[in-house]
């Protein structure tokens, strides 16, 4: 069993094509076809069936995947702790983040990493805060920009803190509420809200403050990104409560204080257990403390 005839597998799984496999690892369509018909054999399984219209994996060949997968992996990470025991750190880093995170700029993080270290393949992923830190846990993402509520922690990861923020509403500009200078949350429960999905972390920490408060609020609109939040409250269909260090990145909507907020914690996470150099690297371009 060779470790190229796995990634074939990956990529065939990924793709669920053996010519768009082909494709993205370079080879010819039979040279791929041929190593997984090898391992196939040594296996004594198929891992995939295959039909005029469709190529999906078998129930061996979902069982064998996320080895698969730590075997690559495992791998990568032999090979680029041998490069930083010579001084060179190659390999990857990913990177998720949640789409409000503002204590640090991503972009730009990137940006000086890849200068230093252009060897090394960065990848990068948005989503919840809750999913981000299994994915950091399980060792599929080596860094991750998380933000939650101040009663939740980070678990199975190592973290630090990086900053504490509060809610602001955030409303269309012809808003009768866009001219005062603060509101509270009894004032906010008679509005129609777009939020994240409910029970994600960004969405818990306003739940919990309006519960808190012996209220209710109307979520009629539920999205995923930040982005479409600020799409909906433009034109006055909702109004939202987001980070008070994110909402100037947002246009065409006014924000408002909240007397009294729900506040939020933003954290930088890693796997304590096997962290790569190249995510010891990009932590210390951030001026992550991080122990030997």
Known sequence: MELQQMRYVIAVAETSSFTRAAERCLVVQSALSHQIARLERELGTRLFERTSRRVRLTPAGEAFLPAARQCLDAADRASAEVAAAIGEIRGRLAVGLIATVAAVDIPSALRDFRE???????SLRVGASEDLADQVAEGSLDVA???LPTTTQPRGVAAHDLAH?????VVAPNHPLAAEQSVDLRTLAAEVFVDLPAGTAGRIQSDQAFEAAGLTRDV???????DYIARLVSPGLAIAMLPSAFVPQLTGVTTIEVTDAPARIEYVVWNHTTRTPAATAFLAILDIPVPG
């Open 165 to 169: 923020d509060q809610l602001v509403a």
């Open 220 to 226: 009629a609109f539920e999205v995923t990104t930040a």
């Open 116 to 122: 230093r270290y252009p060897h090394v393949r960065i």
């Open 145 to 147: 920009f998380l933000g």
